[in-house]
């Protein structure tokens, strides 16, 4: 197991309503990238954080934001849920910032909007 | 656009025999292609990955080939055993900091 740790485990939500999901980093990296896995599908990168600043970013739309601590964990925020956010959030860190370098998954936060 | 399309979806191999997964990517200037191992319910596992400046790697029973020419990879599993089975992910960086992942394989082993 990697030591990326993400909370919490499972949520349920209302369309409409926001979402607050976090992730610890491995010791001794310093960025973090956030997927949206939905059922049967690849995970889809949402963004990458670096020095505290976003470093990247997917096709997701505004409502997707995040934040990166001094500590190097990272949290995602989603703002006015939709029924099709309903999906498996990762987090992978890694010692370097872009997409070139070695990246370990947390175990991921399950969000089912209703 | 930046893709990444990976091939079978599913995949049965019988225990003991070889299995290969192949992706293909649409950026030449990617240089970095990691594989990752998914079971039901848990964190993808990175397995092996390859950089551009190099063809081939193994490690063990898993192998990884390159083709940048063709903008190619592929995934290649000797000896399978049952606790193969899996999904694979295959996917690979993009210019702009990107990694894009595949669609994954699912991978039975047949005892």
């Known amino acids: 197991e990697t030591g990326v740790t993400q909370s919490p485990t499972h949520l349920i939500k209302t369309r409409g309503q926001q979402v607050t999901l976090r992730c610890s980093s491995q010791?001794?990296?310093?960025?973090v990238s956030w997927y949206q896995q939905a059922l049967g599908q690849g995970p889809q990168f949402i963004f990458q954080y670096y020095r505290e600043e976003e470093n990247g970013r997917g096709n997701f739309p505004p409502r997707f934001s995040g934040l990166q601590f001094p500590n190097y964990s990272s949290e995602l925020n989603v703002n006015a849920l939709e029924l099709d956010d309903s999906a498996l959030y990762l987090c992978?860190?890694?010692?370097?910032?872009?997409?070139?370098?070695?990246?370990?998954f947390g175990p991921g936060t399950r969000l089912t909007v209703t | 656009g930046e893709n990444v399309e990976q091939h079978p979806s599913t995949l049965s191999v019988q225990e003991g025999d070889s299995a290969v997964i192949k992706c293909t990517y649409s950026d030449s200037a990617s240089n970095y292609f990691p594989w990752y191992k998914q079971e039901l319910g848990k964190r993808p596992q990175l397995i092996i990955d390859?950089?551009?400046?190099?063809g081939e790697k193994k490690d063990q029973r898993i192998a990884v080939t390159l083709n940048k020419t063709a903008k190619h990879f592929s995934l290649h599993i000797t000896e399978t055993q049952p606790e193969d089975s899996a999904v694979y992910f295959c996917a690979a960086s993009f210019r702009d900091d990107k990694i894009i992942f595949g669609k994954g394989t699912r991978l039975h082993i047949l005892p």
């Open positions: 010791s001794g990296h310093n960025t």
């Open positions: 390859i950089r551009s400046n190099v």
């Open positions: 992978a860190s890694s010692s370097a910032a872009g997409g070139s370098y070695e990246q370990y």
